[in-house]
């Protein structure tokens, strides 16, 4: 069996990391921070990255997330101040799967990058960037329903990243805004699409505290000479490589439900939550030890990915959740097998 991604889907994440670094550079996402347009989602819309999980005869490339897991973990790098997970991993597989005429309005705007969609899931549920999106899919008594946010009252919520602003959004379910889709595997994506991006976020902090090393001098020698630094960004990396395979293999498991039982796809999806987590948490919690206190200053763009890094370690369920999730999950294992 070969565990590798295809040629072409590597293209594809070469191409998105090229878009991205010319495209979103950290002054784009500062001005995210300052409530500012940004013309990155037009740019990822032409490339048909918004599109991705939508089907062909909407216009979309009919992609799964196995295609996806790669690309969101370049968005991740970039700190992308765009909802591609709501959007491209949630909301359109969901009216894909049971929208109805809800899907026939609304996939093809969503796949041209032409309207915007984001998602709240969960218990108390913040949803992101509502403050640009035309559909929210939100569920009620565990059903799913696609609404417009026109229909709903938004209150902004305090945020450490600035960059994903936060909301809470009051709407009333009604008939026709249901959404015939498994709020489970909605959540399941949610939390895999985090995890992707937390991969390629660990990985920016990592080279740019690599590159602060080479050039910050202590003692009349680089910093990145000190076996301490060494050790410490080491430790930070050996967390990243033991993480991205487990979340590659949660994207194969959302991606080949026919292979994988809802519950071990759960299972598979808080794994990876939990690594990538810890993993960007802990490249976090390196370079800004390494880098000292100008990580934190607002002038320095460390920040901006830490921030972020934290942001998404708590969306769709925190390390907690999800390891709790795995032990439910061998619980109930070893209780069907008393």
Known sequence: MNFAFTEDQMAFRDAVRTLLEKECPPEVVRARWEGKPTEVWASLSDMGVVGMTAPEDAGGLGMDELDLVLVLEECGRAALPEPIVEHAAVVIPALREGGGKTAQRWLPMLAAGEAVATAGLGEAPLVPDADRAALLLDDHDGCLHAVEM?????????????????????????????????????????????????????????????????????????????????????????????????????????????????????????????????????????????????????????????????????????????????????????????
């Open 150 to 338: 026109s229909a709903c009252e938004l209150t902004p919520l305090d945020s450490i990243d600035r960059g994903r602003p936060l909301f809470a959004a009051a709407w009333y379910a009604e008939k026709d805004t249901k959404v015939e889709a498994d709020f489970e595997l909605a959540f399941d994506r949610a939390a895999l699409g985090a995890s992707a991006q937390l991969l390629g976020l660990a990985d920016r902090m990592i080279s740019m505290t690599v590159e602060h090393s080479k050039e910050r001098e202590q003692f009349g020698r680089a910093i990145g000479s000190f076996q301490a630094v060494q050790h410490r960004l080491a430790d930070a990396l050996l967390r990243l490589e033991f993480a991205r395979p487990v979340v590659y293999r949660a994207a194969y498991a959302v991606a080949r439900p026919g292979e994988c039982a809802p519950a071990d796809r759960s299972l598979r999806v808080s794994m990876a939550k939990a690594y990538a987590g810890d993993a960007a948490t802990d490249a976090a919690r390196a370079a800004l030890q390494i880098h000292g206190a100008i990580g934190y200053s607002w002038e320095f763009d460390l920040h901006l990915f830490m921030k972020r890094a934290w942001s998404l370690a708590a969306a769709y369920g925190d390390g907690s959740f999800h390891r709790r999730r795995v032990g439910d999950w061998l619980q109930q294992r070893e209780d069907s097998d008393a």
